[in-house]
């Protein structure tokens, strides 16, 4: 009846972005999403640093939130430009 691009079905391999496969995907147990590829551990990892940097200088200090909703955006952005449609 439809083809996998034209029902979107999870696993169709229909990514949302530009046919490559998403850094991002939802969790097997649980809820939310995590890393599926190299790229999206390496934003991973770079956030985690970025967090703890930011703890050791500026714990505490407007500058420190700042960097937090920062790293939390561009993991909300990665996951929605690469949702399947």
Do not use: C, K
Request: net charge positive; charged share 10%; proline share 6%.
């Amino acid at each position: 009846m439809f083809s996998d691009q034209q029902s979107g079905e999870a696993g169709s391999g229909n990514s949302g972005f530009s046919g490559r496969r998403p850094w991002y995907g939802p969790r097997r147990f649980g809820y939310g999403y995590g890393p599926r590829t190299w790229q999206g551990y390496l934003v991973t990892a770079l956030s985690v640093v970025a967090v703890i940097i930011a703890a050791s200088v500026a714990r505490g200090t407007p500058w420190f939130y700042g960097v937090l909703i920062v790293v939390v955006a561009v993991h909300l952005v990665i996951i929605a430009v690469q949702r399947p449609r």
